[in-house]
């Protein structure tokens, strides 16, 4: 076991399950609040086929029968998305095969990144309990968000924070940016004595929507699983007593890029917006490799197997939990927090490792799980491997 401070009050909840309140270790960064937001646009997974190739006036059956079975394998059961009807009526072709509709996309994603960035931000610091002005840093990221000035600014503005807050913006990261931006977060956290930082990802498919063609089966798996959102938390070493309730203290960081897998998960922007490609071997090479890292984080720090340690993973998509899980030898159960995400808002890319955190956090908080130690996982084009070894407060 590691040498950070166990020390803490303990009670019991409905006489049940005992929970702890552990004292934070000094000097360590520690995740003192979270918020998230969505945008108002809620799509049933049992309404997508028909509305997706209505809209896009597809009458390929054999595409729509694809698209059938992809929508029950996902497990994804409701997602917010900013694309309406209402936009589809004001920008038409964005539906059209080969339309060039980059500054129209650009035009709505935009806009739409930075008024969810806003109100998740806006969640997190009213979850936080101080003023916004007491922000030192902001972490801004994003793969749906292409201009400069960038919405780390805008945000700053609106916001109300100090002229002198010190930005840093991430783009293009894909799934794996909230685990790097909490990375980030974390060094700055733990070098700038006081300094509170606010990390913020927000993301829309708007850049990515086109109607199905056979030429980009990726496309489909796109429109079976991925979501729109955004969330913020605020990260800083050393809590207020009192004032500060940190729930997760960050221990050790690391990156992986696997070797020879760059065009495993690819985008480029094109004239028509973004252009994804997914391997079918992705989940295959995150197995391979996911018990080779994780041992690399825990290594001395933790004595736990992987079964004594919680589990923050982004959900890429059911096949991966379940490799993940598989691998590592993770009982039933485990990986709970990450699929109940991925059932309630799809792949939000780099946003959705916060929505199961902050299922994490709720369930801590009534004292259901018993772990000091855990994990935070999430994987991006490269591939990348994003980890950092964790501790509950609560």
């Known amino acids: 076991m590691s040498g950070a401070n166990t020390n803490g009050t303990t009670h019991t909840n409905g006489g049940n399950h005992v929970s702890t309140k552990r004292t934070s270790t000094p000097g360590k960064a520690t995740v003192l609040a979270l918020g998230k937001a969505f945008p108002d646009n809620l799509l049933l997974q049992e309404q997508l086929v028909e509305g997706y190739f209505g809209d896009t006036k597809c009458e390929d059956a054999t595409m729509k029968e694809k698209l059938e079975r992809l929508c029950k394998t996902t497990?994804?059961?409701?997602?917010?998305?900013?694309?309406?009807?209402?936009?589809?009526?004001?920008?038409?072709?964005?539906?059209?095969?080969?339309?060039?509709?980059?500054?129209?996309r650009l035009e709505i994603a935009n806009q739409a990144v930075l008024d969810m960035a806003t109100k998740a931000?806006?969640?997190?610091?009213?979850?936080?309990?101080?003023?916004?002005?007491?922000?030192?840093?902001?972490?801004?990221?994003?793969?749906?968000?292409?201009?400069?000035?960038g919405g780390d600014l805008h945000l700053s503005a609106r916001l109300g924070l100090n002229k002198n807050v010190g930005r840093v913006t991430l783009y293009l990261?894909?799934?794996?940016?909230?685990?790097?931006?909490?990375?980030?977060?974390?060094d700055i956290a733990e070098n700038n004595k006081g300094s509170?930082?606010?990390?913020?990802?927000?993301?829309?498919?708007?850049?990515?929507?086109?109607?199905?063609?056979?030429?980009r089966p990726y496309d489909l798996v796109g429109a079976a699983l991925f979501g729109d959102g955004a969330a913020a938390v605020v990260v800083g070493a050393d809590p207020i007593e009192e004032t500060e309730f940190g729930?997760?203290?960050?221990?050790?960081?690391?990156?992986?890029f696997v070797p020879g897998t760059e065009g495993v998960v690819e985008g480029r922007l094109t004239e028509e917006g973004i252009c994804f490609r997914l391997g079918r071997d992705l989940p295959e090479k995150i197995e391979e490799n996911i018990e080779g890292f994780c041992r690399s984080l825990m290594e001395g720090v933790v004595e736990e197997g992987f079964e004594g340690l919680f589990w923050v993973v982004h959900p890429g998509g059911p096949a991966i939990l379940?490799?993940?899980?598989?691998?590592?030898?993770?009982?039933?159960g485990k990986l709970e927090w990450s699929r109940r995400a991925l059932r309630d808002y799809g792949n939000v890319s780099s946003n959705t490792v916060f929505y199961v955190m902050d299922y994490m956090r709720e369930e801590m908080r009534k004292g259901g799980r018993a772990e000091e130690w855990g994990m935070v996982l999430a994987f991006g084009p490269g591939i990348t491997f994003e980890g950092i070894l964790v501790r509950r407060l609560c």
Request: overall charge positive.
């Open 75 to 104: 497990t994804v059961k409701t997602r917010y998305t900013v694309m309406s009807k209402e936009l589809l009526s004001k920008y038409p072709d964005l539906a059209k095969e080969g339309s060039p509709t980059i500054k129209q």
């Open 121 to 149: 931000s806006l969640a997190c610091i009213a979850d936080w309990g101080r003023p916004a002005t007491h922000i030192t840093h902001v972490v801004y990221i994003s793969s749906s968000e292409i201009r400069f000035p």
């Open 173 to 186: 990261l894909g799934c794996h940016g909230g685990v790097a931006g909490l990375r980030v977060a974390k």
């Open 196 to 215: 509170r930082v606010l990390l913020v990802t927000s993301e829309t498919t708007v850049l990515g929507y086109r109607p199905p063609n056979p030429s």
């Open 247 to 256: 729930f997760l203290e960050l221990n050790h960081s690391e990156q992986w």
């Open 322 to 332: 379940n490799g993940v899980e598989r691998r590592l030898g993770l009982g039933l």
